[in-house]
């Protein structure tokens, strides 16, 4: 049996995550930006559009897997959507810490504005994959959330995700590190841009992830 789990935001009553680099939201490892790839790829196959990468939302997804792994919010009825009491970590970064057991979904999903401070004025909806072994990689994390029908109604604008709002997607972002993987998908067209991969963007070890490499605002 896969050891491998999968959680996706359902809302019920409203239907509303490693850094990359030096900071979050500079760019996209090679992971990071293979699953990006991965999922629009998926989304053609299916013929729907791609959903532009956004800076925004990459920054979250960035954050939420660095304090999964960091911190670990995670307990008996917190799962991977929930975030630490850690949330005042560099310069005009700032989140407020949730456990999400399925009825706290608001908490959650205000995440993308609390992150960008207010620059990403939308809320964002996450889907998460992680793995009992020390890394997943983007093809794994892509066939668990395609083997969960939730997950699967995200990253393809089905079921409650079909409605006009949230059809086609906005923005996209992603986050990776060690055995977490975490996709953000949102409603508005991200202000700040997209991002690149780090290879793009810098020409040192950024881009291999190595949590040697990040610079002293990442706690």
């Known amino acids: 049996m896969r050891r491998i789990a999968a959680i996706v935001i359902l809302a019920v009553v409203a ?3 490693t ?3 030096e900071d ?3 760019c996209l490892t090679d992971d990071e930006a293979e699953l990006l790839g991965l999922i629009n790829e998926y989304r053609a196959d299916n013929s729907l559009p791609p959903i ?4 925004s939302l990459s920054q979250v997804g960035q954050w939420h897997v660095w304090d999964l792994v960091t911190n670990d919010p995670v307990g008996v ?3 991977a959507h929930s975030w630490s009491e850690y949330g005042e970590t560099a310069p005009d970064v700032y989140w407020t810490a949730v456990c999400y057991d399925g009825t706290s979904g608001t908490h959650m999903w205000n995440k993308p504005a609390q992150i960008s401070g207010g620059a990403y004025n939308s809320s964002g909806y996450e889907i998460s994959a992680w793995s009992w072994g020390s890394y997943i990689s983007p093809a794994l994390a892509l066939e668990v959330w395609q083997d969960s029908s939730p997950h699967n109604d995200v990253i393809l604008n089905q079921g409650i995700w079909a409605t006009n709002t949230h059809n086609p997607w906005a923005a996209m972002g992603v ?3 060690d055995n977490y993987a975490v996709v953000w998908f949102g409603d508005l067209t991200d202000p700040a ?3 690149m991969a780090c290879s793009e963007v810098f020409s040192d070890d950024f881009e291999s992830g190595n949590t040697d490499d ?3 605002t990442v706690p």
């Open 175 to 177: 986050g990776m590190l």
């Open 214 to 216: 990040w610079s002293a």
């Open 52 to 55: 532009p990468g956004s800076k």
């Open 77 to 79: 009825s917190c799962n």
């Open 24 to 26: 979050p939201g500079v």
């Open 193 to 195: 841009g997209t991002t």
């Open 19 to 21: 850094p990359a680099a």
């Open 15 to 17: 239907v509303a995550g």
